[in-house]
């Protein structure tokens, strides 16, 4: 089986792991209506099933907090496990695996092992794609003050700058802001959350249009509501004389609100849209050679991901910021 590897990026608690859940989620639903499937494995169904559960019924206690704790890895990264996707035809078997990478962001803290740094470093490495997963009120309150300290965008840069070596394949990165239900309210802070994650990443925007760099990689903007009815309220500080130690809040939109996700799918039909345009370059792509082979005999499974990929959205807080010759 042809696979291809995805990381979910990200410091601890902006939200790596409640995305893949909410694309989990949506696989089903959205890929439904084409004669396409993505089917995950046993055991990765079984525990984004329960970190579905526990998502749904977050809209209960989430002014309470506490509830789903963070990804932990008991045993060492080693023992992380990749949450693995079969793509194909219904009724078939699948042609591509897609492996899923999520880690604990601690990964990315002063108290890392360089075991984990190294862990992350290859998981990058090895990547065809990464979605950074962005946490949206500490981008755009107080004027991002909380930025650099929650999303630690400097460190990402400099993550992407060691691993992004001569390079000799395309890479997809996906910027996906969440818990951004407040700032999509509307047309003006949706393209206002859309300008801010420009500004907030714009160190490593830069060190994307280096002139190495920038034939490989395609970026795009794609913020997720992965619960819908919850919005960003408030924050506080355990320290509030020093504005130290601060705790988002949320509440519900209404007090009867439903899990209602908006464009989980959206990173989704990216990469797939990606993936397609590799294969039908015809190339071999360093390690990734097997895409020339992949959909050959398979038009059929090609044109049903072509649609799925047509549903990409490019406007409003979406936005292609680069290498839009690699989605076409
Ligand atoms: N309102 C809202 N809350 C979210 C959203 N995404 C994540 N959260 C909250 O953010 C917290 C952290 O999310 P996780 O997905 O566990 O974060 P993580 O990046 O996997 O964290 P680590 O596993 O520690 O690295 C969860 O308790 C959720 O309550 C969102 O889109 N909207
Ligand atoms: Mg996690």
């Given at each position: 089986m042809q696979e291809v590897q995805v990381t979910m990026l990200g410091p601890s608690g902006v939200g790596k792991t409640t995305l893949l859940t909410a694309m989990y989620e949506q696989f089903e639903s959205n890929i439904g209506s084409t004669d396409l499937q993505l089917t995950p494995d046993e055991d990765s169904a079984a525990i984004l099933q329960d970190r579905l559960v526990e998502l749904k019924s977050l809209l209960d206690t989430f002014e309470a907090r506490g509830g789903i704790g963070g990804?932990?890895?008991?045993?060492?990264?080693?023992?992380?496990?990749?949450?693995?996707?079969?793509?194909?035809?219904?009724?078939?078997?699948?042609?591509?695996?897609?492996?899923?990478?999520?880690?604990?962001?601690?990964?990315?803290?002063?108290?890392?092992?360089?075991?984990?740094?190294?862990?992350?470093?290859?998981?990058?490495?090895?990547s065809v794609a990464v979605l950074i997963a962005i946490d949206s009120p500490a981008l755009m309150e107080e004027k991002g003050r909380l930025h650099e300290q929650i999303n630690r965008p400097q460190q990402i840069k400099n993550l992407f700058t060691s691993v992004y070596q001569d390079l000799d394949s395309p890479k997809l990165v996906i910027f996906a802001p969440v818990k951004c239900e407040k700032y999509l309210k509307n047309k003006?802070?949706?393209?206002?959350?859309?300008?801010?994650?420009?500004?907030?990443?714009?160190?490593?925007?830069?060190?994307?249009?280096?002139?190495?760099?920038?034939?490989?990689?395609?970026?795009?903007?794609?913020?997720?509501?992965?619960?819908?009815?919850?919005?960003?309220?408030?924050?506080?500080?355990?320290?509030?004389?020093?504005?130290?130690?601060?705790h988002l809040h949320f509440r519900k939109v209404r007090h009867d609100a439903e899990y209602s996700p908006q464009d989980s799918e959206q990173p989704l039909r990216y990469l797939l849209r990606f993936l397609l345009k590799l294969h039908l370059e015809n190339k071999s792509w360093g390690m990734f050679n097997f895409f020339r082979n992949w959909l050959k005999v398979d038009n059929h499974l090609k044109t049903a991901i072509q649609q799925f990929a047509q549903g990409c959205k490019t406007s409003g807080q979406f936005a292609i910021l680069k290498g839009e010759q690699w989605l076409k």
């Amino acid at each position: 089986m042809q696979e291809v590897q995805v990381t979910m990026l990200g410091p601890s608690g902006v939200g790596k792991t409640t995305l893949l859940t909410a694309m989990y989620e949506q696989f089903e639903s959205n890929i439904g209506s084409t004669d396409l499937q993505l089917t995950p494995d046993e055991d990765s169904a079984a525990i984004l099933q329960d970190r579905l559960v526990e998502l749904k019924s977050l809209l209960d206690t989430f002014e309470a907090r506490g509830g789903i704790g963070g990804t932990e890895a008991v045993a060492g990264p080693e023992s992380l496990r990749s949450f693995v996707f079969g793509l194909g035809k219904k009724g078939e078997t699948p042609s591509l695996e897609i492996h899923f990478r999520d880690y604990p962001g601690g990964y990315h803290g002063s108290r890392a092992s360089s075991e984990e740094k190294k862990f992350v470093k290859e998981l990058l490495q090895e990547s065809v794609a990464v979605l950074i997963a962005i946490d949206s009120p500490a981008l755009m309150e107080e004027k991002g003050r909380l930025h650099e300290q929650i999303n630690r965008p400097q460190q990402i840069k400099n993550l992407f700058t060691s691993v992004y070596q001569d390079l000799d394949s395309p890479k997809l990165v996906i910027f996906a802001p969440v818990k951004c239900e407040k700032y999509l309210k509307n047309k003006k802070s949706s393209k206002e959350l859309l300008k801010r994650v420009k500004e907030g990443y714009a160190g490593l925007m830069d060190f994307f249009d280096a002139e190495k760099i920038n034939p490989w990689i395609v970026s795009v903007v794609t913020p997720v509501q992965t619960v819908g009815s919850v919005v960003f309220s408030r924050i506080e500080y355990e320290d509030r004389q020093n504005k130290k130690n601060p705790h988002l809040h949320f509440r519900k939109v209404r007090h009867d609100a439903e899990y209602s996700p908006q464009d989980s799918e959206q990173p989704l039909r990216y990469l797939l849209r990606f993936l397609l345009k590799l294969h039908l370059e015809n190339k071999s792509w360093g390690m990734f050679n097997f895409f020339r082979n992949w959909l050959k005999v398979d038009n059929h499974l090609k044109t049903a991901i072509q649609q799925f990929a047509q549903g990409c959205k490019t406007s409003g807080q979406f936005a292609i910021l680069k290498g839009e010759q690699w989605l076409k």
